[in-house]
């Protein structure tokens, strides 16, 4: 049987061609055309589904019918819904000038048009709302200090220099009071006008500043302040006595701070810390940023006295911490004093003493007799060679005996000593 002409209903393999390392030009294969002729209608001649439910030639509802061409049906029909909606949208919306009796205003519009006239004239001036404000301003201003001017002038003075006190430095429950003379004038004259005694007055006006996040607390006023009304946070001061360990990757600094009332623990985190940034006016900087604001906490050291504000109080077992915030503030107040110019004089002083050698005490037991020289590789260095036994830490007794005789040994190209060797005994 002829290989060319196989079976009916035989399937054969063809061989492989052997693969050429080269291509000639005329051995490519010429590019396939494509011979598509399938019959339709031309995307004009479509006819769609308008949005009034009409069916209409696609060429005579655009003038371009051609850019839909290989669209689905559905899509145009879509499309041309989208398209009536957003016209409907457009000519609904009334420009300036152009409302007329043809346009009829439907819901609110409607209603705010028709009493136009009327809200135009119950609308006040410019200059009644001005005077509105300034006397509304005059009204709360003398409700305020209403306390204060009902006293009699003995009394008015005496809540003054109350006032002053607690802002002086004889105030030790906090270190600064961040409120005004006159207001805490004012609430001093609040609790006299209710019948309190001023030293009572006073006393109590007192314990309030101390519980008030708002002010710079002493340390031992943290534990027993509420910081409800300011949302976790408050403010102190204190001095470095101890810095931790960073043994955490969000941790810039720990320790603890410290005054005259307690102690108290601190975390800054590196999360607090932040940068301000805008796109750089360059165009053609792709992901360029200009630095307008950098917000960075100072490194702290042991015995600097720092303020704290804004950081939030937090509890690390029955004991008050804090912990910054981005909104947090970090002021070193004082730097610790440096040391080294104290050290250099006390060293100098010292020099012209007369020196006494120290005896070194030992804490083990005590041995007499000659001590035992080092072992030889407590000395070596990589290139000496040793020959057993070595006369630097061998004890003179055994070198003593009769049945050791001298040999020599090379330590090094340069270096000869002298060595013994063992003879055993007949």
């Known amino acids: 049987m002829d290989s060319t002409n196989p079976r009916p209903g035989r399937l054969h393999r063809r061989r492989p061609l052997p693969r050429l390392s080269t291509t000639c030009r005329h051995d490519r294969p010429e590019d ?48 041309l819904a989208l398209e009536a909606e957003k016209q409907r949208v457009t000519d609904g919306i009334c420009r300036p000038g152009e409302l007329s009796d043809e346009i009829e205003l439907v819901g609110h519009a409607k209603w705010l048009n028709n009493r136009f006239d009327e ?13 509105a404000r300034a006397e509304a301003a005059k009204q709360a201003r003398d409700e305020r200090l209403r306390p204060l001017l009902e006293l009699d002038s003995d009394t008015h003075d005496e809540v003054c220099k109350m006032a002053n006190r607690l802002l002086s430095e004889d105030f030790e429950k906090v270190h600064e009071v961040r409120k005004q003379p006159l207001t805490l004038a004012i609430a001093l004259a609040e609790r006299v006008s209710r019948g309190v005694e001023p030293a009572s007055a006073l006393l109590r006006q007192a314990e309030a500043e101390a519980d008030d996040p708002r002010n710079i607390q002493t340390i031992g006023n943290v534990r027993y302040m509420s910081t409800r009304q ?19 990757p969000g941790i810039k ?9 307690g102690s108290i623990r601190f975390a800054i985190w590196k999360k607090s810390e932040w940068d301000e940034t805008r796109p ?18 100072p490194e702290l050291a042991v015995g600097d ?22 909104d947090s503030e970090l002021t070193i107040l004082e730097r610790a004093a440096d040391d080294s110019e104290d050290d250099t004089a006390t060293s100098e002083t010292a020099a012209t003493h007369e020196r006494r050698p120290r005896q070194r005490r030992r804490t083990g037991p005590k041995t007499t007799g000659t001590p035992v020289p080092k072992n030889p590789i407590a000395y070596w260095r990589g290139s000496e060679r040793w020959v057993f036994p070595i006369t630097d830490w061998t004890p003179d007794w055994w070198l003593a005996q009769e049945n050791v005789e001298t040999v020599e040994q090379d330590r090094s190209d340069v270096s000869m000593t002298i060595g013994r060797k063992v003879t055993p005994e007949q």
């Open 32 to 79: 396939i055309e494509d011979d598509d002729t399938t019959t339709g209608i031309e995307t004009a001649d479509l006819e769609v589904l308008t949005p009034g439910g009409e069916y209409i030639r696609l060429g005579d509802l655009l003038a371009e019918p051609e850019q839909f061409a290989g669209t689905s049906l559905e899509s145009i029909e879509r499309s």
């Open 280 to 297: 750089t006016p360059d165009p053609t900087d792709v992901g360029g940023r200009t630095l307008i604001r950098s917000h960075r906490f």
């Open 230 to 248: 300011t949302k976790g946070r408050f403010s102190m001061q204190g001095r470095v006595a101890i810095l931790f360990e960073n043994t955490h």
């Open 119 to 131: 809200l135009a004239a119950q609308r006040p001036s410019t200059t009644e709302i001005a005077a």
């Open 305 to 326: 006295l720092v303020r704290a504000e804004n950081v939030i109080k937090g509890w690390y077992g029955d004991e008050a911490t804090f912990e910054t915030r981005r």
């Open 253 to 261: 600094q720990a320790g603890v701070l410290q005054d005259d009332t």
